[in-house]
């Protein structure tokens, strides 16, 4: 549908076409798709066609040299190439075919300009779903193909913001929870980027995505939404512009699949790699079902393409990549870590009152709740600070009557406190091995092993220390915060509890540490963040437990409720139930 509103804005749009376009047109001769019959597809699926039909001949296997294979295919249908290459898949297109490899050589007078475009964005979805519910490897693989035309580190960014987001949306029902896996791909994008890949000025796809959804959340509705993004994120073939818009048209729509597409479609200028984008996102969210049956049949008798088959092709390749491991019923989730019915009391008070939790891998659970709750008594207990008077904690399915710290440590629970309990006047080795150094011949503190180690854990974090010797009081908050996040995995963390992990922390600060934990929940650690920022919150959990007077009174989803709906469970205002 966007190859006949492309070029266009949506005021322009609804003049040409009497409306809002909701069906497949016959494209204007002032298009790039001029020409073509309404229901033919542009570059923005036709590449990624090509490049999923040779991943699946290659069994899931990505690599830069498929993908620029793929592209030589794909530019061997000249219909598709003369009417939709542009100068950069031009170029590349050339020196393939004279045998260079256009990531050694320039391509451009001024450098690297033109790759930032959304090329790499648009034919990423493959990526995403030949890899449900692994973001990681969905992102490994994007850099990979990315790099055989957009290699630069926005693009690249883009691209695995859209990947992420479909490897999510695979496994996923939650809007929030694929938005969520979109950020992470644009963030750790731009990151791997930029050690792979070209560099070079230019705006950030990752705060672009979110100044996007910020103006989403706040839109009235789905069509204001659409000239507020147009104006202020822009609509344009950069991929700062068209990924960003694509997001935040998602969440306008709450991830619905043809209103958003309708959305991507009539707000003008890139229309067609915008909705392309929605399209992999949503459908990948809600499935096939979710798009009008007969759009699909037109696409398939418009282009000669057989849709059902590569799916079942694609399918067959999943299965050969998941082989050996448990079936969705024996994937089930089983909680981390479960506590039922904990009791505390000092004296006559009742700090808790029969809480319950459950904490699973791979999430991050905000415990939010008034001073005098019972979070910090609930945290000290887990952390086996505190005894409890009754009730039972069930760690990986093993109960437990009490903990106490050093069994908290050993069944992997480490605790980040608010002032760290880091050694000012100690190096940043030291203090991630405090308490466990590795012995030399049983007396000797094995210096050279401890910072090996220790810089291991650091890049495992991309953590940016700038100087491993520094004495940590020298250090920023944020990185005095990530050495003590990597002591607890360093501990054998699997559980890692955060107490306001952001306090008294500057603005950017705040973000680096926001960034850090978000990562961690994405590598499959289990997280508990205890805040009263409800930015915080609401950026990163998945699940919300609002304490009480002792006791978990509701567990919610941020993707269910607002932070007004949060606050009054906390002040008791309105009840949902758990």
Known sequence: MGAATEMRSSNQINEYFGGKVVDFQKPPQDTFARGREAGQVTDAFSI?????????????????????????????????FEAFA??????????????????????????????????????????????????????????????????DAYSISGACAVSAAVSTALVSRSVYEVVQAGLYGAEMGEVKGREVARDYPGPSVFKRMRMAIGISLKARDADSCCKELAACIGNGPQVAETVPVAFGLFVANKGET???????????NETSAIASIIGAIAGALNGAQSITAEYLSVIERQNKMNLVQLAKELEAINLICRKGQPSAGERKRQPFLQVKNIKKSFGRVEALRGADLEVYTGEILAIVGDNGAGKTTLIKTLSGVIRPDSGVIMIEGKVYQELNPRQALDLGISTVYQDLSLVNCRDVATNIFLGREPLRHKFFVDKRRMVAEAQEVL???????????????????????????????????????FDEPTAAMGVQESAAVLSLIRQLGQKGYAVILISHNMYEVFELAQRISVMRQGKVVSTVSTSDVTPNDVVALITGASEIPS
């Not at 170029?91 to 391509?107: A, W």
């Not at 043809?258 to 003008?268: C, D, E, K, P």
């Open 258 to 268: 043809m209103s958003a597409l309708f959305n991507g479609v009539n707000i003008g």
């Open 48 to 80: 990624p066609y090509i490049l999923l039909k040779h991943l699946i001949k290659a069994k899931g296997k990505a690599s830069k040299e498929l993908a620029e294979q793929a592209l030589l295919d794909w530019a061997a249908h000249e219909d598709w």
């Open 86 to 151: 542009g100068m950069t898949t031009r170029k590349m297109v050339h020196k393939l075919k004279c045998g260079k490899d256009p990531s050694r050589s320039k391509l451009f007078s001024s450098d690297y300009f033109a790759l930032s475009s959304n090329g790499a964005a648009t034919k990423a979805f493959p990526l995403g779903l030949l890899h449900p519910g692994k973001v990681d490897s969905a992102i490994r693989d994007t850099i990979a193909v990315s790099q055989a035309v957009h290699n």
């Open 459 to 497: 890049q495992q974090l991309n953590l940016k220390i700038p100087d491993i010797h520094a004495e940590v009081g020298q250090l920023s908050g944020g990185q005095r915060q990530g050495v003590a996040i990597a002591r607890a995995i360093r501990f054998g963390g699997k559980l890692l509890i």
